[in-house]
């Protein structure tokens, strides 16, 4: 099979015979060995893997096997050679095991190779890419050509009859629902100058120290310290809610003295930002005065050190006696990948029940380049956020389309674009794509199911046909990392998590700790039609968007790695997890993540060194340099046997045990009026005031 697979990486990437190679780019011309500069090295080495991974039949194989080999002898270039040697051994390892034990797939792999080799097969590009999909990413297979079938079917699938709505449903959502969101800080760009900043002299000389540490962790478009006021997301988004909450007032929904809580995470790319990040922002919330009627608390990681040393491990003392406390640093903070502040946000609402206020009911989580569109809202979905939260079908019970039993104790909207909300509310914030499928889409194409997920999932509208959104309604897989809740009774019930490795799509990783957990009764999001915030992260953060673009992509490629192994690490069927997460959501979890990553990666790149711009070269530049470097480290992690993140999960899930149990005991405790459970609370109450920014 290896030589199979080889041939069929040479029609994809072509050679100096080939008139056009499948994914339109001919990657023996970037092979130009006689350029020796960092970034023609750099692209030579992603070339020379390309070609050797299309084995000996490939012109320039010999001259590709020899490049690799003699740079992994050389200081400079080792590590990167070293990165895809080994990537080339993991490939053909991973092809010959999956077709060993999977029959399916070698008879699938057989069925590509003999329609490949065909000339005349080649016009019939559509078929292609479906037997290239077919091998490489069955979950694209057919979606372009039945793409209204797939999302009636998808539909179907995700339907929950209700057997009992919420009797206790939200019913004054201010204070029953603890907001949260999070704050993602960084460096300033490069080409400012600090002494320039609009921030205190404290800080501009901190900053000097600081861009001089190694980046640890890579957000999407976070904050960049010394952006303008208006540019700021967290001031936006704090706003936006600031606006909502007036709205509901005048909508008559709460009442007019009421203040919303919410809670932040502040989550740093480097060490050093930890010890200004406060500081910093408290006086950004300062400039933005006009947060009125929210209540903001904000932890950094020295803050929820503080929650265990200070409140949760004397109570683990107090009323469990030994247990492995340690755990409770590992998976409680904000600083690192982002499941661990995801965790902590959904998480602090069950401390916040127990120790601050019996009132709070549930979570909310937003993103704050989101903005809840109040007036669309009322006028096109008959409700305002606050009243939507406010649904039965938030903590209904019902039967899925498997004759499952399912909890709805979870809630997701979705989102609008700006720019589209002109259009409809209900305008998908992910469309169908429709430009021509070229480079690495050929290897893998998530956008194409997440459009057909967010339209059958996300853009569903409960009419009084079937759905009704009474009797029935559908759960959701495929959620936003906004515009999502949790009430307090299943969170404490089910305990979920994301695993503190997993540094995105953190939401998607969320139900996968607990997805099959009870055989009686399992824990879904119900889907609420209407709850709908708006996406205006093109408005303000075009800058920061674009300085994480490489950061991103990266981001997205260990997403399949980690998702891969995650998914075999759980205590239930991976063919049942696979089934119940499709399209979407499952096409991260492939049963060849290693063949899918290298290629992504080298693909993608290689696209950027087609274009003869310097702009477009240096990307390519920085994606390998970057890339590379960060998915060498955690695939060198993945591939130690047995799977590490069995016990990584097991860990973990042992750790946010221990955290629900410590508040089951502090709850009993407060109910019978023990005093060191009173005196704890005291304490709690006033960590949490400690936290909370005066605005």
């Not at 569109?373 to 956020?385: G, I, N, W």
Request: proline fraction near 4%; aromatic fraction near 10%.
């Amino acid at each position: 099979m290896k030589q199979k697979f080889q041939t069929i990486m040479r029609h994809l990437i072509g050679s100096k015979n080939d008139k056009e190679p499948l994914t339109k780019i001919n990657i023996t011309e970037q092979f130009r060995q006689e350029e020796e500069n960092a970034p023609a090295v750099v692209r030579n080495l992603n070339a020379a893997f390309l070609i050797a991974l299309s084995g000996k039949s490939h012109p320039s194989y010999e001259q590709a096997e020899q490049y690799l080999n003699n740079l992994q002898n050389q200081t400079l270039w080792k590590d990167m050679a070293g990165f895809y040697n080994d990537g080339l051994t993991l490939i053909y390892s991973e092809i010959a095991n999956i077709c060993s034990m999977d029959k399916q797939f070698e008879e699938k792999l057989n069925q590509l190779y003999s329609w490949i080799i065909k000339p005349e097969n080649r016009s019939n590009h559509m078929e292609t890419i479906n037997n290239i999909w077919n091998v490489f990413f069955p979950e694209g297979v057919s979606l372009y050509e039945n793409k209204d079938e797939k999302i009636s079917l998808l539909r179907e699938k995700r339907k929950v009859s209700i057997s009992r709505l919420n009797p206790l449903p939200i019913k004054n959502t201010a204070r029953e629902i603890l907001f949260t969101s999070n704050i993602l800080l960084t460096i300033p760009p490069h080409y400012r100058d600090i002494d320039d900043l609009p921030i205190n002299s404290f800080l501009r000389e901190q900053l000097k120290q600081i861009v001089k540490e190694d980046q640890l962790y890579w957000y999407d478009h976070p904050i960049q310290i010394g952006v303008e006021t208006e540019n700021n997301e967290a001031i936006y988004g704090l706003r936006g809610l600031e606006e909502a909450v007036k709205f509901e007032q005048q909508h008559g929904t709460i009442e007019k003295d009421t203040r919303l809580n919410c809670v932040l995470s502040v989550s740093v790319t480097h060490e050093g930002l930890q010890r200004i990040a406060k500081e910093y922002l408290e006086e950004e919330f300062k400039k933005g005065r006009n947060i009125q009627h929210i209540n903001v608390y904000m932890f950094t990681e020295a803050d929820t050190s503080r929650l265990i040393n200070e409140i949760l491990i004397p109570a683990a003392k107090r009323y469990m006696g030994d247990a492995d406390y340690s755990l409770l640093h590992e998976i409680i903070g904000v600083d690192g990948e982002y499941g661990r502040h995801y965790s902590f946000l959904k998480s602090i609402a069950a401390f916040w029940h127990v120790f601050i206020s019996p009132e709070v009911k549930g979570t909310f989580k937003i993103d704050l380049d989101q903005v809840f569109p109040q007036r669309e809202l009322v006028e096109q979905s008959d409700a305002s956020t606050f009243e939507h939260l406010k649904t039965p079908l938030w903590g209904a019970e019902g039967i899925d389309s498997q004759g499952n039993k399912v909890e709805l104790g979870m809630i997701a909207g979705a989102l609008v674009n700006e720019r589209d909300i002109v259009n409809s509310l209900f305008t998908p914030d992910v469309c169908f794509p429709t430009d021509e499928i070229k480079g690495d889409e050929l290897i893998f194409f998530s956008s194409l199911p997440q459009a057909i997920s967010t339209e059958a999932e996300m853009m569903l509208r409960y009419t009084d046909d079937a759905l009704d959104g009474k009797n029935q309604c559908i759960h959701r897989i495929h959620v936003t990392g906004g515009t999502c809740g949790i009430l307090v009774d299943s969170l404490r019930k089910y305990r979920p998590f994301t695993p503190t490795f997993i540094g995105r799509a953190e939401d998607q990783a969320y139900i996968l700790s607990v997805i099959f957990k009870d055989p009686q009764k399992n824990l879904r999001y119900v889907h609420k039609d209407g709850l709908i915030m708006r996406h205006d992260k093109e408005t303000f953060a075009k800058e920061a968007m674009k300085s994480a673009y490489i950061g991103k992509l990266i981001g997205d490629y260990a997403r399949i790695l980690w998702f891969s192994y995650y998914a075999r690490a759980l205590p239930w069927s991976l063919d049942e997890i696979k089934s119940t997460i499709d399209p979407f959501t499952g096409c991260f979890v492939s049963p060849m993540p290693f063949t899918v990553v290298y290629r992504r990666l080298s693909l993608k790149a290689a696209s950027f060194f087609v274009e003869d711009k310097e702009e477009k070269n240096h990307e390519g530049f920085e994606l390998l340099q970057m890339g590379t470097k960060r998915l060498y480290k955690i695939i060198q992690n993945l591939v130690k046997e047995p799977n590490p993140l069995i016990e990584k999960y097991q860990r973990e899930k042992q750790g946010w045990d221990i955290y629900y149990d410590i508040l089951n005991d502090v709850e009993n405790g407060l109910q019978k009026g023990d005093t060191f459970a009173l005196k704890l609370q005291k304490k709690a109450k006033i960590l949490i005031d400690d936290c909370k920014i005066k605005v």
